[in-house]
């Protein structure tokens, strides 16, 4: 799995990728406890993180529409030159007397708004350096297992900041990782080679007039919810048995089993098509979620835990591979960047609702539920039409040995 990385310029733009996409697993938590040291309020520091998270998924698939059409570097480049301005522009106006409460919602639209798709550009240049199959497979793999660790140290390493020094200066270490790692990723040849449509793409290239494609969001959009639901219901179960430092645990247990099983999927040479790998990824965390409702001790609910969390990563990468498999070139960041937006969108939504169930019924209906839900939507799976597509790829024999 690891020698996709000595693919001539894999290095080169993967690992500056990952320096730039610590800011997002960094940038929410910056910014709230930004607003709340300067304000004093943690409504209002919770209304400008949620503008930025809402911001991002409104405006994802019109920026990687932008990369498609533009190319990366002149894109991303623009983006993250945007956004790290804006990470700065808040970190002055935190130290600043009298400033008024909106100009944090403006700036923090801002951040939102101009955040750069490194995770999808990232996954264009994986595509453009491996054939497809299962070294594709492998690189997308090792891409959301280290994906998966940013977000768990991401938030450890700027608290750790903030800490030793202030809020703004967590802002500033944010604006300049966004940029810097940035530029180091679009100034690779890998990253340059991608120079984009330079128009418009064609209406029907578009990932949403694809056959099947928003029926595979449908299914993702069950993964995003139980994502939501157990980031919620983590804290809430370990408050409840009055383990509330256990939390920072159950989370890392959560985590720690996404990363291992897209480490996993990475090693498996899997003969099935992508839809009954979608399907059966997707069921699998469903029921997952169901068990786990009912484990009540703590030990067996971070086990649990693990067990939900191992399906997340190779269901995001078995998104990626079908928006690789099913658009055309000219709309693959846009595509990939939908099964992104998908997720999230399945896990605000999930956090929105867990917090009143689990207000009145508790952690684990809250998982029982968008469990059900979760296996209710991965019957969305479009297997014929993914068939369909898969079988102009290659003879039968490789597309069986490479899944």
């Known amino acids: 799995m690891l020698a996709v990385l000595l693919l001539p310029g894999a290095l080169r733009a993967f690992l500056p990728a990952l320096v730039a996409r610590s800011a997002l697993a960094m940038g929410g938590l910056a910014l709230l406890l930004a607003v709340q040291a300067s304000t004093g309020s943690y409504s209002q520091a919770g209304f400008a993180t949620a503008t930025f998270g809402i911001a991002n998924v409104v405006a994802a698939p019109w920026r990687a529409r932008a990369v498609d059409r533009l190319g990366q570097r002149i894109a991303l480049t623009a983006m993250a030159a945007g956004q790290a301005s804006g990470f700065v522009a808040l970190a002055l106006i935190a130290g600043a007397e009298g400033v008024a409460d909106a100009w944090f919602l403006v700036l923090g639209a801002v951040v939102g708004l101009t955040a750069p798709p490194l995770g999808a550009a990232m996954r264009m240049i994986w595509a453009s350096l491996t054939t497809a199959g299962d070294q594709r497979t492998k690189a997308f793999s ?77 299914v993702l959009v069950g993964v995003g919810g139980v994502l939501g639901v157990a980031e919620i219901a983590a804290p809430a179960v370990a408050a409840q048995r009055d383990a509330v430092a256990a939390s920072g645990w159950l989370l890392a247990a959560f985590a720690g089993g996404s990363a291992l099983g897209g480490f996993l999927y990475g090693q498996l040479k899997l003969t099935s098509g992508i839809g009954a790998r979608l399907f059966t990824l997707c069921t699998g965390m469903g029921l997952a979620a169901v068990l786990v409702s009912q484990l009540h001790p703590l030990g067996l609910f971070a086990v649990g835990l693990a067990l939900v969390g191992l399906f997340l990563a190779p269901s995001l990468i078995t998104g990626y591979l079908i928006a690789d498999t099913v658009v055309p070139e000219s709309g693959r960041t846009e595509a990939s960047t939908w099964i992104n937006t998908s997720v999230n969108l399945g896990a605000s939504l999930a956090s929105a609702a867990a917090g009143v169930v689990i207000d009145r019924s508790g952690g684990w209906f809250a998982l029982l539920l968008v469990g059900a839900i979760a296996l209710a939507l991965a019957t969305a799976a479009p297997f014929a039409r993914l068939r369909e597509m898969e079988r102009p790829a290659a003879p039968a024999p490789d597309r069986c040995q490479n899944g």
Do not use: H, K, N
Not at 200 to 208: E, I, K
């Open 142 to 218: 090792i891409d959301a297992v280290c994906e998966e660790l940013l977000f768990v140290g991401g938030p450890v390493v700027i608290t750790a900041v903030i800490v030793a020094t202030s809020p703004a200066t967590g802002l500033w270490v944010t604006a300049a990782t966004v940029f810097l790692g940035t530029a180091a990723m679009t100034s690779s040849a890998s990253s340059g080679a991608l120079r984009g449509t330079g128009g418009g793409v064609a209406r029907g290239d578009r990932p949403l007039q694809q056959p099947g494609f928003a029926r595979v969001l449908t």
